[in-house]
Nanobody, 116 residues
């Protein structure tokens, strides 16, 4: 059974920072890529950032220069460092894993709320 456990969400003031982490476990059969998505109430889920097994990264234009995605292979985790947070960053953030057979796995989501 595949499990993705997210942590690090919370309430922060505009201009502040948060770091999200996602730990993957179970029969994933090799991670091809990992990423973070977010979904605000009444809006579509959107890609925030992704990172491949080779370390190639991709960011949404709205977070480029403020967010940084990274991967720790020893711990099998992916993290998202979020700086200079804005109220429009408020959303539920979801961790996603794509294995080597292109199967998708999702975490339960963690709430990020930016005040002001």
């Amino acid at each position: 059974q595949v499990q993705l456990v997210e942590s690090g969400g919370g309430l922060v003031q505009a201009g502040g920072s948060l770091r999200l982490s996602c730990a993957a476990s179970g029969s994933i059969f090799g991670i091809n890529a990992m990423g973070w998505y977010r979904q605000a109430p009444g809006k579509q889920r959107e890609l925030v950032a992704s990172i491949t097994s080779g370390g190639s990264t991709n960011y949404a234009d709205s977070v480029k220069g403020r967010f940084t995605i990274s991967r720790d292979n020893a711990k099998n985790t992916v993290s998202l460092q979020m700086n200079s947070l804005k109220p429009e960053d408020t959303a539920v953030y979801y961790c996603k894993v794509v294995n080597r057979f292109l199967s998708n796995y999702w975490g339960q989501g963690t709430q990020v709320t930016v005040s002001s």
